[in-house]
């Protein structure tokens, strides 16, 4: 049955450089189905639906719709907004009292979870609409998913810098600690792995969420590749945790600012980075110790995107809208089909809804702190084309004169 | 008179994204000159120097040459040292042993005082050599320059940092506060304003070391764009200090107890971005506040380069190399020839050596907090081409159904 009626979309949670792509995804899709009788953006996410906060996207150009597509971070505003069961009856109210019959929601596994509960409440108030859920998150960690848009770019971010910190630590000798986002999962941190391209690159190591970080083991890696290289350079999660799942940024600081729903403040703040590197300067005695926290910086600067994830958020909105004009709810899940291809699925919402996917074994050497082939290989083709690689001289020694003795 | 010998040439300070350019330039143009037997490069700066640790770049093949000239940081290795006299007569001992005859140091104003000093003991010691600074430095700190090779790439970094960095504000609004390199100069921190685009796009304050930093001023800042805007995007140089002169890290920090261990870490990266962010919680009570330090990555970042600084880069090496041929010595400064087109002079080295430039009051605003449009004209063609541009949606609001009467 094709039901006639308008279009609804947000984007929720933390922006992402190609949520704007699936944007431009369901409006530019939707525009081609007669039943469409107009298409609506939410202003921040949820928010804008209970409160009403729409924009008539009906009338934005072509070209425009593009050129909002390929700028980073959610075009119609975002939300941390996470609505129970009574703020879902608000919503779906709007919805009804505007004739939406198909909403789409952008964001990660809370928001699935949005779409989940608005969907019932349709279906138990017999107004049908046509629900679902656009993929997308920086951590990687939706179920279902072989990966999730916005992960590429930021992984690309990841790997650009780490490049870059690991040729600044060779270049004035020290140690580096460069932490990234990811609180559950590591995906993000672990990327930082395929920066190396000489044997002896860093990161040397890796500390994910999905591994106990041990503070002793930690500092023996420092002392290890101090030895072997001169240097050291890490990506750590922001994430780390102690096997009690305390976060070590609570563990080493005795202050910390937690959020409303009661989780540790861990972006925005320097405050991991620069712990880790006071444990390496007390406990190791080394001098030049430095630390980044790569902050909003890997999520949303401007001009570092992966075209891979630019094609795959703009078409994962385009079967969003495919299954929606066909009546069917569910979260659309990106399958990898080849070597490099992917297919796109509808999923039901409850396997997607907050749940956490985190990083699988075979992506973890055992030691823990390094990544496998396996892990190389798959993020390898979403990094996208034209990465930078880096060079190095290879000029042989010259021989000494004056200190020919010594 | 033309001097048959070997080029020495070497790295100094922090890295750039074009300070291999300025290598590759040297060394490709050396070449040409057939009184030139040979080329070294020293291993980290002047420490390589005193320790005759070189290398032989007469063997790299020019493809080599051209891969590292694209990749970023110093390909030969840096150093902090800072020679005194002793320290510069050995180095001369050691170029006269290995029959250096043309010294070229690519570093900013420490480096080009040690290239003065070196060119005085050479001069003393009869033994001559042509010695020539290379410009390098992200600060924009050199007199007798237009702009310095490094500071245009480490620009487009920052505008394109806080064209994402505004975006992702505006999309899940707050405080933000950016922190950018730069202790006695402010130029890179006023780049900031060139990622503004549409009216009340961020930052809506620069704080730069060029003015005194008044916390009070500061805090109604945040307070005034907040009720315009509903959010507020600050750029904030590392260098901020009061009227005496003192750090505003170190003033913070001393007032405001909210460290971890009890022993702030003063020069720890995050340290002034997180205190900056606790004073406008605590003052304002504004709850998302959020600081990044852009640390490293702004020198660094793989990938994120003006192709007006590349140029530049190489063409200031060839013509050091070409003013060194012909037997003379000094510094090689760019000046502004057209709108825009450049030329490079070469300038005695006490003119450079260990003076400090900063913005001068023409590229600031009336209130200390913004920059003019002179400085937008300065900054723009250094950019480089391709620079992101940010869009946003047009659409006009839908009119509210249920909530009509609110």
Known sequence: ????????????????AVINQSLAGVVLEARRFAQVSGIYGARHGVRGIVSEDFCDLTQETTANLEAVAATPS????????????????????????????????????????TVRIVAEEARAAGHEISCVHIPKTIDNDLMMNDHTPGFPSAARFIVQAFMGADLDNRSLPGVYVGVVMGRHAGFLTAAAALAQCYPGDGPHAVYLPERIFRTDAFLSVVQDAMARHGRCVLAVSEGIHDESGTPIVTKLASSVERDAHGNVQLSGTGALA?????????????????????????????????DVDQREAREVAER???????GQSGSVAIERVGEYAVNYRLVP???????T??????????????????????????????????????????????????
């Open 1 to 16: 049955m094709v039901l006639a009626g308008k279009v609804l979309v947000a984007q929720g949670g933390g922006p992402t």
């Open 74 to 113: 959610s075009a119609l505003g975002s939300t941390r907004d996470k609505p129970d069961a009574a703020y879902c009856r608000d919503m779906f109210r709007v919805m009804q009292a505007h004739g939406i019959r198909y909403f789409f929601y952008i964001g990660g596994n809370d928001s699935s979870d």
């Open 274 to 306: 620069d712990l880790l590197c006071g444990e390496i300067r007390d406990k190791l005695g080394i001098k030049r110790v430095r630390g980044d926290t790569f902050g909003y910086l890997q999520r949303s600067f401007a001009g570092c995107v992966s």
């Open 357 to 406: 996917r985190t990083m699988p074994d075979e992506f973890i050497d055992e030691g823990g702190t390094g990544v496998t082939d396996a892990f190389r290989r798959y993020l390898t083709p979403l990094l996208g084309s034209g990465l930078p690689q880096t060079h190095r001289l290879r000029s042989a020694a010259v021989e000494k004169i004056l200190a020919k003795g010594g």
């Open 320 to 326: 969003a809208v495919q299954f929606a004009m066909a």
């Open 349 to 355: 919402l409850e396997a997607v809804a907050a749940k």
